[in-house]
C-alpha cells in the first residue's frame, strides 16, 4: 500500500453518451487559431501554417451544465466554442491515413478564456498559462463514440449568450482537419487513451458577465452549456 503525504485528486472523467461509463480524462491539448475567420479576427494572416498548441490542466475540465465564478485577474473573460477529439487508442507518429483510428469519440466543448491576459503574454512573447490554462476553462459535453456517429468532417458549430448568437460556422472550415491534428501531434507526443484535443474555435468570440448564459452545439454531436456567475 502507497502512503501519500496528502489524500490524491479523484479522477476526471467526462460522461459518454448513451453509456453510465465515463471516460477518465489524461491530458488536455488546444489547438490555437485553426479557422480562418477567427485568425482573421485575432489580428493575423490566415495561411495555412503548421499547428501549434497550448494545454490546460486536467483539473481544469468540468461537465456541461455547470455554473462557474467570473474568475479572477480579467476584465475580458471569452467564450471559445469547439469540437473535442477523445483519444482512445494509443498513437506516436500516426500517418493521416491511420488517425481516425486513434478516436474513441468526439464532443462540444468550450475553451473559456482570459482575453486580456492572453494577448499581453502574446505581445512580450510570454506563455498563454494565465490567459488559458482557467480553474474551470474546460467545459466538456458528453463524449459520443465514433463507433456510434463516425467521424464528422462538417456540421454546423454554434454559440449563443443569453440567445443570442455569437458563433456560427461549419467543421468543415477547420484549417487542419481532425485526422491532420492528430497526425501532427502526434509527432511530438505519444497520445494515449485519455488525451483530449480541442481542435480550435471559430469567428465570434466575444465577452461573457456574470449572469450571462452560454449555450451551443455540433450538428450530430450534441449541445453545451455554461452560467457565469459572480466571483
Known amino acids: 500500500m502507497t502512503n501519500y503525504v496528502f489524500k490524491p485528486p479523484a479522477q476526471i472523467s ?5 453509456s453510465d461509463d465515463r471516460f477518465p480524462v489524461n491530458r488536455v491539448f488546444c489547438v490555437g487559431r485553426n479557422y480562418a475567420a477567427h485568425v ?3 489580428g493575423f494572416d490566415p495561411e495555412r501554417e503548421e499547428p501549434f498548441y497550448f494545454t490546460k490542466s486536467t483539473s481544469a475540465v468540468i461537465p456541461a451544465g455547470s455554473e462557474i465564478p467570473f474568475p479572477p485577474g480579467t476584465n475580458n ?25 486513434l478516436i474513441y469519440g468526439y464532443a462540444c466543448g468550450l475553451d473559456m478564456t482570459r482575453r486580456d491576459l492572453q494577448l499581453a503574454a502574446r ?6 498559462s494565465l490567459g488559458k490554462d482557467i ?8 463524449i459520443h463514440p465514433a463507433d456510434t456517429i463516425g467521424h464528422p468532417g462538417n456540421g454546423r458549430i454554434w454559440l449563443t449568450v443569453n440567445g443570442a448568437s455569437r458563433q456560427d460556422s461549419d467543421l468543415a472550415n477547420l484549417i487542419w482537419a481532425v485526422p491532420e491534428i492528430i497526425a501532427h501531434l502526434s509527432q511530438f507526443y505519444h497520445l ?23 449555450e451551443g452545439g455540433i450538428d450530430g454531436i450534441g449541445h453545451i452549456s455554461l452560467k457565469i456567475r459572480a466571483g
Open 77 to 101: 473573460f471569452h467564450h471559445e466554442m469547439e469540437l473535442v477529439i477523445a483519444i482512445g487508442k494509443s498513437g506516436f507518429k500516426t500517418p493521416v491515413d491511420e488517425a481516425l483510428s
Open 40 to 42: 482573421k479576427e485575432m
Open 14 to 18: 467526462v460522461a459518454v453518451a448513451g
Open 123 to 128: 505581445d512580450k512573447g510570454r506563455p498563454w
Open 135 to 142: 480553474e474551470d476553462g474546460a467545459v466538456m459535453g458528453a
Open 192 to 214: 494515449v487513451p485519455g488525451d483530449l484535443i480541442y481542435t480550435g474555435t471559430p469567428d465570434g468570440v466575444g465577452p461573457v458577465v456574470a449572469g450571462d448564459l452560454i
